[in-house]
């Protein structure tokens, strides 16, 4: 007995071993998950390179980004030049549910795409917010800063979708018409954020650095140009095995991300996918909002120095 048998035009093995440890669930749940899935997370996936998080029995999980060399020929892919590490990596398109089997039979549970497509030419098709508690604070503090995003974005007559990260948090998407520059767009998310503070500072916060947050809901900018963020209906590895769900605005007060998992989205779905019924038609920017957002620094880059700053000062007592 080999314990082989195929799925979707693709062999798979050892399907009734544990996925991993505090899962709950067996490879055959994630393969499962994935094909019933399918389409809704192809796509999400379509067009844009591939990042995925595999986990070995016995090893850390990690992440992936370049294809291994025994990945078959017929799975889609990109090569880009990684000005990071200085060398041509071989992203996986998520272009096929086909491809997707592939991944589950390798263990590959998470699915994190770029943000801008492969195609570059439109420019960014969303921008994104991610709603992040502070150490002590619970979901409900996430769906609270959600709200203050929201109510930024309808103050300049913007709309956005949202979805659980399958952590502890919320990510707030925002579709937008193409032809932005990639810069514009994370001006624009920076202004979001920043406008959002204003509206309730003692709830949220823009603060990069962990220590200034004082315990608010950090209202994360940082996804934009060639960042990757978790996909819709991705699952996590997290115990029990969340998987980052679409929901209504009307919902985000009262749930958790533990009611939805690999093993309960399948119901709670259906034959629906909220993630794209839930999206706004792609949106203009309002020119003051990018204006004001390139008054704003970037996070990362003020952090650094900050940082560096901070360092100094303690040198010097």
Do not use: C
């Amino acid at each position: 007995m080999t314990g082989k048998e195929s799925r979707g035009g693709v062999e798979m093995s050892n399907l009734d071993q544990p996925l991993f440890d505090g899962a709950e669930a067996t490879k055959r749940d994630l393969v499962d998950y994935l094909e019933f899935v399918g389409e809704r997370l192809v796509r999400v996936l379509r067009g844009r390179a591939l990042s995925v998080v595999r986990v070995r029995p016995g090893q850390e999980p990690f992440m992936q980004k370049n294809l291994p060399k025994y990945t078959p020929e017929w799975v889609p892919r990109v090569t880009v030049w990684a000005e990071s590490s200085h060398r041509e990596v071989t992203y996986a398109l998520g272009d096929d549910v086909r491809t997707l089997l592939w991944f589950g039979n390798q263990r590959a549970v998470e699915y994190h795409p770029t943000l801008l497509p492969v195609d570059h030419s439109a420019g960014p098709t969303h921008l994104v917010l991610d709603l992040d508690p502070s150490p002590g604070q619970t979901f409900r503090d996430a769906a609270a800063g959600a709200h203050l995003i929201r109510a930024a974005l309808t103050a300049d007559g913007l709309d956005g979708a949202v979805k659980t990260s399958g952590a502890k948090g919320l990510h707030v998407f925002v579709p937008i018409a193409p032809g932005v520059a990639i810069e514009d767009a994370a001006a624009a998310t920076r202004a979001i954020a920043a406008r959002a503070e204003r509206i309730d500072p003692a709830l949220g916060t823009t603060a990069f650095i962990r220590e200034d947050r004082e315990g608010k809901v950090f209202l994360d900018s940082t996804r934009a140009g060639g960042a990757t963020v978790i996909a819709a209906y991705s699952p996590r590895i997290r115990p029990g095995v969340p998987v980052s769900f679409p929901l209504r605005w009307t919902d985000i007060d009262d749930v958790t991300p533990t009611d939805f998992t690999l093993r309960s989205a399948p119901n709670l779905l259906g034959d629906t996918d909220p993630w794209t019924s839930e999206m706004p038609a792609p949106q203009q920017l309002p020119p003051d909002l990018i204006a004001e957002g390139h008054t704003i620094p970037i996070a990362r880059v003020q952090a650094m120095h900050e940082g560096k700053r901070r360092a100094r000062a303690r040198r010097e007592e």
